[in-house]
């Protein structure tokens, strides 16, 4: 009797610093990209009380270019986590869900994923630097300083990396593929 109280033993390893310092900052990642789409809709309401109010503006457009960006590049991490992600399957869809060729295929999809996700980081990175040494800002009323939101694009490519370095570590480590028995 005792022993139906035990927690079931799985075959996943479990969840190590990396998996869920990733796990969380996705998290982080998520409830930012929902409040600025809270915030985009509030400054977009604004907007349209201000024009047939008072024929001003608050300069709605810049901000939800911004916003929208913002929260495709916050959610990406937590996207992937969560298995919501498109993922062209045309190879890994022939192989058995957790074969060995599939494995591979992902380490490999994974392995090159990670090295294009870090070029995208290395550009951006530098330029954010660029931007705010030389104090370039937007070409708008406004003037937003263009560091700003492309720091904000860096952090969510930074989140998605580390979520899929997590992952990749978590199939090298004989853990479960994303769709793995489930497709």
Same mark, same amino acid.
């Given at each position: ?6 927690? $079931? ?9 990396? =998996?869920?310092? %990733? ?11 929902? %409040? ?10 604004? =907007? ?8 001003? &503006? ?16 916050? @959610?990406?991490?937590? %996207?992937?986590?969560? @298995? &919501?992600?498109?993922? *062209?399957?045309?190879? &890994? /869809?022939?192989?058995?869900? =957790? /074969?060995? $060729? ?15 996700? /870090? ?22 009323? *406004? ?5 700003? $939101?492309?720091?904000?694009?860096? *952090?969510?490519? *930074? ?19 994303? /769709? @793995?028995? &489930?497709?």
């Amino acid at each position: 009797m005792l022993g139906a109280w035990r927690t $079931p033993v799985t075959s996943a390893p479990p969840p190590n610093l990396l =998996d869920r310092t %990733a796990a969380m900052l996705s998290r982080l990642g998520a409830y930012a990209a929902a %409040a600025v789409c809270l915030a985009m809709a509030a400054l977009i309401l604004l =907007d349209v009380l201000l024009r047939n109010v008072f024929a001003a &503006s608050a300069d709605a457009i810049e901000f939800a270019g911004y916003g929208i960006a913002a929260m495709i590049f916050l @959610g990406m991490g937590h %996207a992937f986590e969560r @298995g &919501s992600m498109i993922r *062209v399957t045309l190879l &890994s /869809g022939l192989a058995a869900p =957790d /074969g060995a $060729p599939r494995r591979a295929l992902e380490i490999a999809v994974g392995t090159a994923t990670l090295g294009v996700v /870090g070029l995208a980081i290395w550009c951006f990175w530098l330029s954010v630097r660029r931007n705010y040494l030389r104090g370039y800002r937007s070409e708008s009323m *406004v003037e937003v300083p263009l560091w700003i $939101p492309e720091a904000v694009l860096l *952090v969510g490519l *930074v989140i998605f990396w580390l979520q899929l370095l997590a992952y990749l570590l978590r199939v090298l480590r004989g853990g479960e593929m994303v /769709g @793995g028995g &489930s497709e």
